[in-house]
């Protein structure tokens, strides 16, 4: 359904080869992992089930490590020249990180003997001391050929540009990238990050005219269409076929999900009109395993290439040893999950059907954090710096019942790993993004995931006008002012705004942020900022308000007399409750 978001996923490895002097034709097995987001266990069918025990006896249980790990042993032992890599993000996502932030995923990648690996936008999220902590612990390089840490000397000589394999005598050259975003959008201290394709060209040239390395692949974290760019304008001068991943999956995919099209995607390179650069990529999550065999003929030349990602599903065997160690560590994590962080009197409602119509109360406990956490004991002009926050109703998994509120309750609702940033817009602006919120609400129609919900702000609609003149009224809380009211927004006046880096980025429907943007400061994880606020406020309680109304029937369409409107109103109310029970049903699994 339109209105379940789909997360983003980044990241990409490519080979090039070059002419090559060897006699014989060279096969070389890549095998590749991206976007794993700290999935050491298994999963239900949809990315965010569980595996209950009615999905293991159906045999409806995907990924793992136990799973990953023997699915690599198992190809390593069938054939000959085989190297694995990882194309970033391996952070973030379930409480193996939360707890263990890297340390327990160096253990296993180290012992599955990665050859590189390359740093993804959420690998930043443990901060430059935490990334450098990871990156010392590794047994293999990440690399990182647009990446300078000259002036972050956590990390400095912590992220070469390249590396260079000796398979069965054939040198194989690995170049590594990460999205030149990183710098904006994560928390890369003061690493600073140039382009990727210059940056890649010129290791690219040395490692061939210097080194006379005849194989390259390139390994990075910058999104499915910039490695295709890469593919087309660059190392391609000299190379004839170039390899990468991530994304989402490639080629032939034997579950649910939609190809994002062939495994590999072939792209004929600008300067060469005779290569071939294969892109390829790996979903996310461990849920497969990427596979592209490749055979280069004596010139160099890709001769042939075969494979797809590989579905790491039932039929694969757990490795045992990973699966015990995975259990001895265990324990901490559980125990984090476990731990109460608040005990709610209601229930905190944050289904779509709710939440994508209207406002919920769960969307204004979250957006209440949000506020909270961005308070600081900084001198203002005033008592904030940002005393609105404005985020997608999709944000939500599930809703969460009254009683006790958990850490792993926090995680289940919002899995996403997305950070609460502070951005600036002016007020004009901000109008339009509220207008965004309501382009889709229709009185009967679907739930819209973009409908935003709110703090410090009221906004007045009328759904009768058409998208795009729904605004009747939006009022702010002041910043300025030493006791917060609510004041007439004004158009030319810029406005601080706590939200996520999700529709700061563009994010469900909201493409035009990005544009509009005058600042934006990356902020902490929306889990840390959730759990931390749970913790302070016990007990729970909080109400459905009139944050966000709409003009008097205007959800009915009845223009009547006025007589009719109270009646109108409680039919159309009634009828609200009515839809919202029976969808929650189907959406709350
Ligand atoms: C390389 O792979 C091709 C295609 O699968 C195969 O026909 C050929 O025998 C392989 N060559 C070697 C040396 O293994
Ligand atoms: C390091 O910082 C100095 C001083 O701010 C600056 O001049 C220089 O360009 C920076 N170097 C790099 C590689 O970013
Ligand atoms: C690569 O390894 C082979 C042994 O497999 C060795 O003979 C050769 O010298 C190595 N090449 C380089 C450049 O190290
Ligand atoms: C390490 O790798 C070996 C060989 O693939 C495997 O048998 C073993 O169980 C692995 N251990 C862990 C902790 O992953
Ligand atoms: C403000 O808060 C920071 C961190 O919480 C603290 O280190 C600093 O001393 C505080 N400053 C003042 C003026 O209270």
């Known amino acids: 359904m339109e209105f379940i978001r789909s997360a983003t996923f980044l990241c990409s490895l490519f080979l090039a080869s070059f002419v090559t002097i060897s006699e014989a034709n060279f096969n070389l097995t890549i095998l590749h992992t991206n976007d794993e987001h700290s999935r050491f266990d298994e999963f239900g069918p949809s990315d965010f089930d569980k595996c209950t025990k009615e999905f293991q006896e159906s045999g409806a249980c995907y990924g793992g490590i136990a799973r990953r790990v023997s699915a690599v042993k198992d190809i390593r032992k069938e054939t000959g020249n085989v190297i694995l890599l990882d194309a970033g993000d391996r952070f973030q996502g379930t409480a193996w990180y939360n707890y263990y932030r890297g340390s327990q995923t160096a253990l296993f990648m180290n012992n599955m003997s990665y050859d590189a690996i390359a740093i993804g936008t959420h690998d930043f999220d443990v901060d430059v001391e935490g990334l450098a902590n990871f990156l010392e612990s590794l047994t293999f390089p990440a690399l990182g050929c647009n990446v300078d840490a000259t002036n972050e000397s956590l990390l400095d000589n912590l992220i070469p540009c390249s590396t260079v394999l000796n398979i069965s005598g054939e040198l194989v050259g690995i170049v590594g990238y990460t ?33 006379g390395v005849t194989k390259i692949i390139a390994v990075g974290h910058a999104g499915i269409s910039i490695d295709q760019e890469i593919a087309q304008q660059q190392i391609p001068s000299e190379a004839n076929a170039l390899i990468g991943c991530c994304s989402t999956s490639h080629g032939e995919a034997p579950s649910s999900e939609v190809p994002y099209g062939d495994y590999p995607i072939v792209v004929t390179p600008d300067s060469n009109p005779e290569g071939k650069v294969l892109v390829v990529s790996a979903y996310r999550f461990g849920k497969y395993l990427g ?11 890709v001769q042939s290439y075969n494979g797809n990602p590989l579905l790491l599903g039932n039929h694969i065997e757990k490795d045992v040893g990973a699966l015990e160690t995975l259990n001895n560590f265990r324990g901490p994590v559980d125990e984090l999950m476990a731990s109460n962080l608040a005990y709610s009197m209601v229930t905190l409602d944050g289904s779509i059907n709710t939440c994508g119509r209207g406002e919920c109360n769960m969307g204004i406990h979250f957006a209440e954090a949000m506020l909270n956490y961005q308070l600081s004991n900084e001198s203002f002009p005033g008592w904030t710096q940002a005393s609105i926050a404005l985020y997608n109703a999709d944000s939500f998994r599930i809703s969460l019942p009254q009683g006790y509120v958990t850490y792993q309750d926090v995680l289940d609702v919002i899995p996403y790993g997305d950070t609460i940033d502070v951005i600036e817009l002016r007020g004009a602006d901000v109008i339009l993004v509220l207008e965004v919120s309501v382009t889709n609400l229709e009185a009967d129609g679907e739930p819209s995931g973009g409908f935003l919900q709110t703090a410090g702000i009221r906004i007045i609609y009328d759904l009768t006008k058409p998208a795009g003149e729904r605004v009747v009224s939006v009022k702010v809380l002041c910043t300025a002012c030493d006791i917060p009211r609510y004041e007439p927004i004004d158009d030319d006046m810029i406005y ?21 943007l005058i600042s934006r400061v990356k902020g902490a994880d929306d889990v840390d900022v959730w759990s931390d606020y749970f913790r302070s406020k016990s007990p729970v309680w909080t109400a459905v308000e009139e944050r966000v109304t709409f003009q008097e029937d205007s959800k009915c369409n009845n223009g009547g007399q006025y007589k009719l409107n109270w009646v109108v109103s409680v039919f159309c109310s009634a009828l609200w409750i009515g839809l919202t029970y029976r969808f929650k049903a189907l959406i709350d699994i």
């Open 291 to 301: 596979r592209l065999d490749v055979e280069f003929d004596d010139q160099g030349q």
């Open 179 to 211: 999205h030149p975003a990183n710098k904006e959008y994560s928390r890369t201290g003061n690493l600073e990050i140039a382009p990727v394709i210059e940056s890649l060209q010129e290791e690219v040239d040395r490692l061939t005219n210097q080194q």
């Open 496 to 516: 601080k705004i706590v939200t996520n880096n999700y529709i700061a980025t563009g994010g469900t429907g909201y493409g035009i942020i990005p544009d509009m």
